[in-house]
C-alpha cells in the first residue's frame, strides 16, 4: 500500500495543530521529571493538560491493535533498559533515571505525535552520551528527506552514525505514516541501505523514532504484553518528530517553544 499524501490545507492545518499540542505536553511536563516523583503521576499531569486545558485525546490510552490488550495510560514513559511502551505506574524516580516520553494527541480527528528523552537529576555520562548520539541519529535522519531520495537512506544514515558510536539499532519497531489515523502508511525504518524502500514523495507525513541500545539490539517483551525491554538489559534512548515532505525537503511539524534545538550540523529546520 502507497504512503498517503496530504495536500489539502484543511489537512495539513490539522496535522499540524496535533503535533505542535503534542509537543507542547513535553513542554509542559518537563518541569516535573525529578527524582521522587512516579511515573504515574507524570501521566496523570500530561493526561489533565491533554483533556482539561488542550481538549486533546491521548491516542495511546485504550489503544489495542490486533492480539493485544488495550493499553491502560495516556502515554508512554519508558525508563533506562525500556526500549519502549513502558506503561506510568507507581516506579519512582531516583537521580541518574533516564527515560523516553511517548506522546500522541488527537485533535479534532487529527494525530500528532513525538517523544523526547529526559533526565531525573544528574545523568551518567552514558545515558547522556546514548542520549545525544540518539538525537543526532534523528536529525541525520530527518536531513535525509526531501523528493526523490528513498526512505532506506533516512534507515542508512542512523545505522551508520549509531553503530559508528558503538551502538545498535532496534529493529523491531520503526516510524510510520501519521495524519488522519495514529499508524499510516509508510513504514520507516531506522537500519538498511540508501537507494531501497519506498520514493519519498511531497505530502507524506511520517515519524522519524530511531530506537538505540547501548548494548545488543536484541529485545524482549514483559508479561504486561507492552513493555518492551532491551535483552541484555542495556540502557536504550529514542527521540522522535514527526515531519511534512515539502517540495524542496521538509517541515518539521512537533515543534514547540521549549523543544531542544537541533545539533549543529542541521542547517534547515
Known amino acids: 500500500m502507497a504512503a498517503r499524501q496530504y495536500t489539502s490545507p484543511e489537512d495539513l492545518k490539522g496535522i499540524r495543530t496535533a503535533c505542535q499540542l503534542a509537543a507542547e505536553v513535553l513542554d509542559y511536563i518537563e518541569p516535573f521529571i525529578k527524582p521522587g516523583i512516579t511515573t504515574g503521576e507524570l501521566d496523570r499531569l500530561c493526561h489533565e493538560y491533554m483533556t482539561n486545558v488542550q481538549g486533546t485525546i491521548p491516542a495511546p ?8 490488550t488495550p493499553y491502560p495510560k495516556a502515554t ?33 480527528g487529527y494525530y500528532g505525535d513525538t517523544s523526547r528523552m529526559f533526565f531525573a537529576g544528574q545523568p551518567s555520562i552514558m545515558a547522556k552520551r546514548l542520549s545525544d548520539i540518539t ?15 528513498h526512505l532506506g537512506d533516512i534507515g542508512h544514515v542512523i545505522q551508520t552514525h549509531a553503530e559508528k558510536a558503538g551502538y545498535s539499532i532496534v529493529r523491531e519497531f520503526c516510524g510510520h505514516g501519521i495524519g488522519k489515523s495514529f499508524h499510516e ?5 531506522h537500519y538498511g541501505k540508501p537507494g531501497t524502500m519506498e520514493i ?7 515519524t522519524v523514532e ?29 527521540w522522535e518528530h514527526t515531519l511534512l515532505v515539502t517540495e524542496t525537503g521538509y517541515e518539521i ?17
Open 61 to 68: 490510552l485504550n489503544y489495542a491493535p490486533r492480539d493485544h
Open 76 to 108: 508512554c514513559i519508558s525508563l533506562n533498559d525500556i526500549v519502549c511502551h513502558g506503561i506510568p505506574g507507581g516506579k519512582i524516580l531516583k537521580n541518574g533515571d533516564a527515560m523516553n516520553i511517548d506522546i500522541t494527541v488527537i485533535k479534532n
Open 135 to 149: 538525537y543526532e541519529c534523528m536529525w541525520l535522519g530527518i536531513m535525509q528527506v526531501k523528493p526523490g531520495a
Open 185 to 189: 502508511e509508510p513504514n520507516v525504518l
Open 200 to 206: 519519498i514523495r511531497p505530502g507524506m507525513i511520517f
Open 210 to 238: 530511531p530506537m538505540i541500545n547501548a548494548g545488543r539490539r536484541e529485545i524482549r517483551t514483559m508479561n504486561d504484553g507492552w513493555t518492551i525491554k532491551t535483552k541484555d538489559h542495556s540502557l536504550s534512548a529514542q
Open 253 to 269: 511539524l512537533t515543534v514547540s517553544p521549549n523543544m531542544p534545538p537541533p545539533p549543529a550540523f542541521v542547517t534547515n529546520t
